[in-house]
């Protein structure tokens, strides 16, 4: 079926837009079936079919040449691999950026995850997107006047410059608060509240501004970047070894998959086979992480509906896996274990013993917390039919992970796009029907259930051996690379470019909390402001990993 | 962004230079102020999580009264700053140590919050090396992140601190302007098109 | 005239001594309680057993700065947190601690009571609406609904009471549970009274106004120091009234064998006071909507019910 849909468009493309080039791709090296080049005019066109055939646009970004600014669009389906590239260039000429001479036209009128993607390449590459409703800077203060991605960049001129655009922002937040004053003293009814950045549970310092009638929410529009910590722009400068600590701290609540992800990207790219020792670590070290970061989403979420109890308890199941992790990894939260074919290093002796201990307590522990937790009607009240994200939502935001699995998609790329020893384990993939809230708790509370499954099953068959390849290329060879997986969120994408050098031309991360979070802005409306603290618990956001 | 560096804003032991002290009261207080310190409900990035663990079940800071996490600055104590501090957040943090009221103490948890940890480079253009540019300081914590562990023992270092009452915080010698890096940025030149392609 | 005089200062002294007291003592306990409930230990390391955690938390609030936001409303700001918290101390005048033992056994009883502790919630008004600040009037807001509603099933709850001991004096009320007590008469009437006691003290699951990850701190977001401190202290006072009352209506007050009155009283209340940090620590929060229609349509036509039946039975007993 589908594969009937991707020649379709295959033909499509090549009879209708004609791309100026065309290339057939290796999925299993570059991470995509194929490329084509499209011309500005054409891609709200391009867009409007894959949305037709219900693609989702995974990623958009840019890449700065020397010539011309190229427009990456990444387009993917949930009926198993079937990523696709299509690129626009956007001409250098006029000049600088930020004088608004380089044109693009905006998919945010077909692609709701377009108007976040392109606001961030507004700011950072300085190009206008023609027709877009809301283009301001998105991660950066509205006053910066740099475009960090480009090329041309090389860093603020020491001394005032710092200095100055501190006092731009504080100028910013000044205005926010003469506005905040106006809408006060407006005769309307409906007045604006700001929730965060600092707000128990933004979940760290999102904020979000809601559109308030009384206590109904009109609409609410996240704002973010305050945790914005130049990951990208940090990577082209790091060796390609000097990535892995940055892959630890993006999303540090489930750091494991996005080891697994840069891994990935390097194993395929380079083809390189690690050893099976090193995919049985890996598998079990991922699956742990994972149970460890829904606790710790679980025991949040409750303390934002108001239930206090269950974070202790959650924090003291996810203690015992931290002990379990660092015992292998020295490390409690930021992991940097895996390597390029390998692991950094062996695990001890105590491991597999450990992780067999922590099974059957576990168990138990669900057990109570299914009863004490989804039985409680209060729970059940305050969640069910809440925050509800549509099919078509999702799929024009480009939802995935256990949001999306709570729509009823099972679209998981442990299964759909197989990696490192998923296709031979046994587990199955929780879906919901209701997609509301109370659905999104209980996906990933028995997704708990399915990492636990894979554990118990490669606990004991941890196989001896090497756990390391012998000899690791330290550059990438030239070329366009994306590789995705499956992390706790959802699905983390790396899309690199590399020029050969021993370190990256541009490094793309396409995470998930990102288009995650976007979705609730069409989740808001008509919440009560109980509510928009219970959806923004449930799609389990990570806001570094937001901002990166 | 206008950096008050008059002595009585780095004291934030007494509310007023003014006020009549009683020296054994002042005694008093401080043993009552070391005990009870409330920290802020806030946290940045990554050392928040371990701010989190540090109060929840086995670590348990409540131990030694530090576990009462008050959301609104006006009722808190004490400012741990955990985690990056995004310049686009630095407003928002300087307001908050504002509005919390004297006596107010700040830890800087982590190596981010300490002097811009691993996001500290030449020719960064995202954050601010140190929350030590913006308000005193009045205890460090190394590691990246630290274990809850370091945490507890932080702020028994800073209770000690305020019962010998020095708790004069520390703010550091470089301005905001020197925040930055000073070495030259070593961004890579934009590389030709045509040739990459012709390469691939 | 003068021993009058005296008397009613003794009293209110030692009102205000043991209030402050017990409430360092109900907040120590609390978070011991939860400390036992969340698999940790909770303060254990200032004095013994932490006893003393919150004595220094009291002096320490005593000796913060006390903020004045800019743009509040200055009277009213500073007036708030009396007004929460004096109307409380007067409550105590009804209680009877034993035989003939009670400042004032007014005939209206309790309802005096819940007169003054009611005054609490216009203080709490005041406070969102003088800070200024859009949380606190939201809970501010909050506040007002919720105790508007649940004032009624807390007065109808104890209705069935009152038919029983024909009295709304609380000596009577005593006197009349000597040869049972009124929570095995009217057992939905005690749990009406406890929920929306729960209600009117501002406590989980009902703790909209203050909701902590909701609304930052609800109507105190403002407050520091001592100020902050005295709605802190108002509400452990409040829930201690409420039990004492409640403890008094349904559990035969101060009666109880070999020990005085006073401690009977008290081991009865802090019996229900334990209840109700139990339920704080175990439930999820109710959401504004869903807290109403709580009130209105499961507490209220229960509360109707129960009333309606105890005249009938007691009516058709005297036939």
């Given at each position: 079926m589908s594969i009937t849909v991707e020649r379709n468009m295959k033909q499509w493309l090549l009879d209708t837009i004609k791309p100026d080039e065309f290339a057939e791709k290796d999925l299993k090296k570059n991470g995509i079936l194929f490329e084509a080049l499209a011309r500005p005019d054409q891609i709200q066109s391009v867009a409007r079919e894959f949305l037709a055939q219900r693609y989702f646009l995974e990623s958009l970004t840019a890449v700065d040449f020397a010539e011309c600014l190229e427009l990456v669009y990444h387009f993917n389906r949930w009926d198993g691999c079937?990523?696709?590239?299509?690129?626009?260039?956007?001409?250098?000429?006029?000049?600088?950026?930020?004088?608004?001479?380089?044109?693009?036209?905006?998919?945010?009128?077909?692609?709701?995850?377009?108007?976040?993607?392109?606001?961030?390449?507004?700011?950072?590459?300085?190009?206008?997107?023609?027709?877009?409703?809301?283009?301001?800077?998105?991660?950066?203060?509205?006053?910066?006047?740099?475009?960090?991605?480009?090329?041309?960049?090389?860093?603020?001129?020491?001394?005032?410059?710092?200095?100055?655009?501190?006092?731009?922002?504080?100028?910013?937040?000044?205005?926010?608060?003469?506005?905040?004053?106006?809408?006060?003293?407006?005769?309307?009814?409906?007045?604006?509240?700001?929730?965060?950045?600092?707000?128990?549970?933004?979940?760290?310092?999102?904020?979000?501004?809601?559109?308030?009638?009384?206590?109904?929410?009109?609409?609410?529009?996240?704002?973010?970047?305050?945790?914005?910590?130049?990951?990208?722009?940090?990577?082209?400068?790091?060796?390609?070894?000097?990535?892995?600590?940055?892959?630890?701290?993006?999303?540090?609540?489930?750091?494991?998959?996005?080891?697994?992800?840069?891994?990935?990207?390097?194993?395929?790219?380079?083809?390189?086979?690690?050893?099976?020792?090193?995919?049985?670590?890996?598998?079990?070290?991922?699956?742990?992480?994972?149970?460890?970061s829904h606790l710790l989403w679980m025991g949040t979420f409750l303390l934002d509906l108001g239930a206090f109890t269950p974070f202790f308890y959650c924090f003291d199941d996810r203690e015992q896996i931290l002990d379990i992790l660092e015992m292998a990894t020295g490390e409690r939260l930021t992991y940097d274990y895996f390597r390029f074919g390998g692991v950094d290093h062996d695990i001890p002796q105590e491991f597999a013993p450990a992780i067999k201990a922590f099974i059957p307590g576990f168990r138990k522990r669900l057990a109570d917390y299914d009863k004490l937790i989804r039985r409680n009607i209060i729970f059940e009240k305050r969640t069910k039919g809440l925050g509800v994200l549509t099919k078509e939502s999702a799929l024009s935001y480009g939802v995935t992970g256990p949001s999306l699995r709570a729509a009823g998609v099972a679209y998981d790329l442990r299964r759909d796009e197989p990696y490192s020893l998923y296709?031979?384990?046994?587990?199955?993939?929780?879906?919901?029907?209701?997609?509301?809230?109370?659905?999104?708790?209980?996906?990933?509370?028995?997704?708990?259930?399915?990492?636990?499954?894979?554990?118990?099953?490669?606990?004991?068959?941890?196989?001896?051996?090497?756990?390391?390849?012998?000899?690791?290329?330290?550059?990438?060879?030239?070329?366009?690379?994306?590789?995705?997986?499956?992390?706790?969120?959802?699905?983390?994408?790396?899309?690199?470019v590399s020029d050969g050098s021993l370190n990256p031309y541009r490094f793309k991360l396409r995470t998930p909390s990102f288009s995650n979070l976007n979705s609730i802005i069409d989740m808001l409306p008509g919440c009560l402001i109980s509510d928009v603290v219970a959806v923004l618990g449930s799609i389990d956001i990570v806001l570094p990993e937001i901002d990166r | 962004m206008e950096i008050n560096q008059d002595p009585h804003y780095l004291n934030t032991q007494t509310p007023s230079p003014d006020m009549v002290r009683f020296f054994k009261v002042e005694d008093v207080f401080n043993m009552a102020r070391a005990n009870s310190l409330w920290p802020l409900t806030f946290g940045l990035a990554c050392c928040a999580i371990e701010l989190m663990a540090g109060g929840a079940a086995r670590f348990d800071m409540d131990r030694f009264g530090f576990g009462v996490f008050r959301p609104s600055p006006r009722q808190s104590d004490l400012m741990i700053v955990a985690g990056t501090i995004s310049r686009k957040m630095v407003p928002c943090i300087k307001t908050l140590y504002d509005q919390m009221p004297s006596?107010?103490?700040?830890?800087?948890?982590?190596?981010?919050?300490?002097?811009?940890?691993?996001?500290?480079?030449?020719?960064?253009?995202?954050?601010?090396?140190?929350?030590?540019?913006?308000?005193?300081?009045?205890?460090?914590?190394?590691?990246?992140?630290?274990?809850?562990?370091?945490?507890?023992?932080?702020?028994?270092?800073?209770?000690?601190?305020?019962?010998?009452?020095?708790?004069?915080?520390?703010?550091?010698?470089?301005a905001v302007n020197d925040s930055q890096d000073a070495r030259p940025a070593e961004y890579k030149n934009a590389m030709s098109r045509a040739e990459f392609r012709k390469q691939v | 005239m003068i021993p009058e005089l005296f008397t009613i200062i003794l009293y209110g002294t030692l009102v205000i001594l043991f209030?402050?007291?017990?409430?360092?003592?109900?907040?120590?306990?609390?978070?011991?309680?939860?400390?036992?409930?969340?698999?940790?230990?909770?303060?254990?390391?200032?004095?013994?057993?932490?006893?003393?955690?919150?004595?220094?938390?009291?002096?320490?609030?005593?000796?913060?700065?006390?903020?004045?936001p800019s743009e509040s409303d200055r009277f009213l700001y500073i007036l708030a947190p009396m007004l929460v918290f004096a109307p409380l101390l007067a409550a105590f005048l009804i209680l009877p601690l034993g035989p003939g033992m009670v400042m004032r056994d007014l005939n209206v009883g309790f309802l005096f009571a819940f007169a003054?502790?009611?005054?609490?919630?216009?203080?709490?008004?005041?406070?969102?609406?003088?800070?200024?600040?859009?949380?606190?009037?939201?809970?501010?807001?909050?506040?007002?609904?919720?105790?508007?509603?649940?004032?009624?099933?807390?007065?109808?709850?104890?209705?069935?009471?009152?038919?029983?001991?024909?009295?709304?004096?609380?000596?009577?009320?005593?006197?009349?549970?000597?040869?049972?007590?009124?929570?095995?008469?009217?057992?939905?009437?005690?749990?009406?009274?406890?929920?929306?006691?729960?209600?009117?003290?501002?406590?989980?699951?009902?703790?909209?106004?203050?909701?902590?990850?909701?609304?930052?701190?609800?109507?105190?977001?403002?407050?520091?120091?001592?100020?902050?401190?005295?709605?802190?202290?108002?509400?452990?006072?409040?829930?201690?009234?409420?039990?004492?009352?409640?403890?008094?209506?349904?559990?035969?007050?101060?009666?109880?064998?070999f020990l005085p009155g006073a401690v009977w009283l008290l081991i009865k209340t802090y019996a229900i006071v334990l209840v109700v940090m139990w339920i704080r620590w175990t439930f999820p929060r109710l959401r504004s909507d869903q807290l109403m229609s709580f009130a209105w349509k499961v507490l209220i036509p229960f509360a109707i019910v129960n009333v309606f039946i105890t005249a009938v039975v007691l009516e058709l007993q005297k036939i």
């Open positions: 079937r990523r696709v590239c299509v690129k626009v260039l956007v001409p250098k000429e006029g000049g600088v950026p930020g004088n608004g001479a380089w044109h693009a036209p905006t998919l945010s009128s077909i692609f709701k995850s377009a108007n976040w993607f392109e606001r961030e390449i507004h700011e950072m590459f300085g190009i206008v997107f023609d027709g877009h409703p809301h283009l301001k800077r998105l991660l950066l203060p509205e006053s910066s006047t740099i475009f960090p991605l480009l090329k041309s960049f090389k860093g603020e001129p020491k001394g005032s410059d710092v200095a100055q655009s501190l006092k731009l922002i504080e100028e910013d937040a000044k205005e926010f608060r003469v506005q905040e004053a106006q809408s006060l003293t407006k005769k309307d009814k409906d007045y604006y509240l700001n929730l965060g950045p600092q707000h128990p549970s933004t979940h760290g310092v999102l904020r979000v501004l809601l559109h308030l009638s009384g206590e109904r929410v009109l609409d609410g529009e996240p704002i973010i970047g305050y945790s914005h910590r130049h990951h990208e722009k940090m990577m082209e400068i790091q060796t390609y070894f000097g990535c892995w600590p940055n892959m630890g701290r993006l999303d540090y609540v489930g750091a494991m998959s996005y080891n697994m992800g840069y891994a990935l990207l390097a194993e395929k790219a380079l083809g390189l086979v690690p050893p099976p020792r090193v995919e049985h670590i890996r598998v079990l070290m991922t699956e742990l992480n994972r149970i460890s296709p031979e384990l046994d587990f199955n993939i929780p879906t919901a029907t209701d997609s509301d809230v109370y659905s999104r708790y209980w996906v990933r509370f028995r997704e708990m259930e399915e990492s636990l499954k894979i554990i118990s099953q490669l606990v004991d068959k941890i196989p001896a051996g090497e756990t390391k390849l012998a000899r690791v290329p330290k550059n990438f060879p030239k070329g366009e690379y994306y590789s995705a997986c499956e992390s706790a969120r959802g699905l983390f994408g790396m899309h690199l | 006596p107010k103490y700040v830890i800087a948890l982590g190596g981010c919050a300490t002097a811009g940890g691993p996001f500290k480079y030449p020719g960064q253009y995202g954050i601010l090396e140190g929350i030590d540019k913006i308000i005193p300081v009045n205890v460090y914590i190394p590691g990246c992140p630290p274990r809850p562990e370091a945490l507890i023992a932080g702020i028994l270092e800073l209770q000690k601190q305020i019962k010998e009452g020095r708790t004069q915080g520390v703010m550091s010698p470089a | 209030v402050s007291v017990n409430a360092l003592f109900l907040v120590w306990m609390e978070r011991r309680v939860s400390a036992r409930i969340q698999l940790r230990r909770g303060p254990i390391h200032v004095g013994w057993q932490g006893l003393l955690q919150t004595v220094a938390d009291a002096v320490k609030l005593i000796s913060k700065e006390l903020v004045l003054l502790t009611n005054i609490t919630f216009i203080g709490i008004f005041i406070a969102g609406w003088s800070s200024n600040s859009k949380y606190a009037l939201l809970g501010a807001m909050r506040a007002v609904a919720q105790n508007i509603s649940y004032e009624i099933p807390l007065l109808l709850s104890t209705m069935g009471v009152v038919l029983l001991a024909q009295s709304l004096k609380m000596s009577e009320l005593v006197a009349a549970q000597n040869s049972v007590w009124f929570i095995f008469l009217q057992p939905v009437a005690f749990l009406i009274f406890l929920c929306s006691s729960l209600a009117e003290a501002n406590r989980a699951p009902f703790d909209i106004p203050e909701a902590e990850s909701e609304l930052v701190a609800g109507f105190h977001t403002e407050y520091s120091g001592m100020r902050f401190a005295l709605f802190f202290l108002g509400e452990y006072t409040a829930i201690f009234i409420s039990s004492a009352i409640a403890a008094t209506l349904f559990l035969g007050g101060w009666e109880g064998p």
